[in-house]
């Protein structure tokens, strides 16, 4: 069974011309709940999203003044939430509302820590039809809502346009390009990684497995299998650590570097392609405002053209079984994904909201920043293994850790997917 790419009727983004305005009303409709003296405890992730701190601040005003009740937001690091989660369900301590990883969802839901949500969204004036369905498909477990859709996000190409200008490039189009144009690169500016392979950054592998034509992991008959050992994923991962290890793209600090890594070193001239999401562009100019009008975005190319799929992530806000209100804490959630805190979280991040109503201005947008992104989401939007078991797919690194080790030798491509695919089959069917 291969349901990898969410198309745009999947994304939901054909109901949003007869949907708009709908989910503004929704946030309008106060459920009656009663917050004065009460405080809601609140994580959000930290570590790519942008600075947010001036949203959090007018979002907890308005939540406030519209029930009397306090919120209190704590970031918390995405490279150490999956464990405080489940530190936390163990403990009993998780919070009032937490966002959610797409890939964690229905892994907490399957744990019994989440609330189901479908008698909120369904109270809601139109809201359930609101929902971008890539969102809402994978806040569903066994039939039951528990991750009200927020945002999503998807990577694509992003480059320094004023080095492309310089040495007459264009964007990449195929794998072919993308090696043209790295060699002229480090040619004519040895001091920068001409692209990166960051050894730490398991969504930055996906697209080039995708874009070969192999497949992450299948399932057939309820038994899940791997498919990272395929000769076609092989293709694509040989060719990925091949900018590092054979053309000398990128550098040997990268093995270990994360996505932020690779965003601190673009923000200090030192890259000049990267795959990175359609969230970083206003972060890395404001890191680093010189990069003002230098920074350009194309899709992903396939091996030999077109768009070469790249993950749909995203988050949801989940409810925890452990709130005390519930109906404040589906007020607070609302407040923050529907109407006008959505198109400010979106306008203000970069990121595609969860709802259908005020993603339309996003997808017709010709801003060079935003548009290859909306197309790269809408033509090449593509989703991981979605079960509960991905996330502890990810909690042991099994694929950061099968990159780590073809880019410091220690394995070859053949057998380091080999030993990656069983270990994923393993987990999965777990």
């Known amino acids: 069974m291969k349901k990898r790419i969410l198309p745009i009727v999947a994304l939901g983004v054909t109901a949003s011309l007869g949907l708009a305005g709908c989910a503004g ?13 009460q405080t809601l405890n609140v994580w959000i992730m930290k570590g790519t999203n942008p600075d947010a701190t001036a949203f959090y ?11 009397g009740a306090k919120v209190e937001i704590e970031e918390v690091q995405w490279a150490d939430a999956h464990d405080r989660f489940v530190t936390s369900i163990a403990g009993g ?13 229905a892994e907490f839901a399957d744990a019994g820590a989440l609330l ?8 809601e004036d139109g809201l359930r039809d609101d929902l971008v369905e890539g969102l809402e498909v994978a806040g569903t477990y066994d039939e039951e809502l528990y991750g009200m859709p927020w945002y999503a996000g998807v990577r694509a190409l992003v480059y320094r346009t004023d080095v492309f200008e310089e040495l007459g490039l264009e964007a990449p189009k195929t794998w072919d390009d993308i090696v043209t144009a790295g060699e002229a690169i480090k040619a004519a500016h040895p001091e920068m990684m001409a692209f990166p392979v960051p050894g730490d950054a398991e969504f930055q592998v996906y697209p080039w497995v995708w874009g070969a034509g192999g497949e992450i992991a299948t399932q057939d008959g309820g038994e899940w299998t791997s498919e990272l050992d395929s000769a076609e994923s092989q293709e694509g ?5 091949d900018l590092a290890t054979e053309h000398g793209f990128s550098s040997a600090g990268a093995t270990t570097w ?25 972060s890395l100019v404001e890191a680093n405002p010189d990069l003002e009008g230098k920074i350009g975005a194309a899709v992903i190319p396939g091996k030999d053209g077109g768009i070469a799929p790249s993950v749909l992530g995203g988050s949801h806000l989940s409810i925890f079984n452990t709130t005390e209100n519930a109906d404040l804490a589906w007020e607070f959630t609302k407040l923050m994904t529907t109407g006008e805190f959505a198109e400010k979280w979106s306008e203000q991040t970069g990121y595609f909201p ?7 201005e996003a997808l017709a947008s010709t801003d060079p920043l935003v548009a290859p992104f909306a197309e790269q989401m809408v033509d090449g939007g593509a989703s991981v293994p979605v079960t509960p078991n991905f996330g502890a797919v990810q909690a042991k690194k099994t694929t950061n850790a099968m990159m780590q080790s073809i ?7 053949a057998t380091a997917t080999k030993d990656a695919a069983a270990e994923m089959t393993e987990l999965l069917n777990k």
């Open 237 to 241: 991962i040989q060719f990925y650590t």
């Open 57 to 67: 601040d007018e979002v907890s005003a308005a939540f406030e003044e519209e029930t």
């Open 407 to 413: 880019l410091s030798g220690q394995k070859d491509v």
């Open 354 to 360: 969860g709802v259908a109503s005020a993603m339309e």
């Open 25 to 37: 009303g929704a946030s309008d409709n106060n459920n009656g709940a009663d917050g004065e003296g």
């Open 258 to 282: 994360k996505e932020t890594d690779l965003s601190d070193a673009f923000t200090q001239g030192n890259v000049a392609m990267m795959l990175s999401g359609s969230w970083t562009p206003a």
């Open 116 to 123: 189901p949500i479908d008698e909120y969204v369904d109270g």
């Open 93 to 105: 301590t998780t919070p009032d509302i937490a966002e959610t990883g797409t890939t964690w969802t």
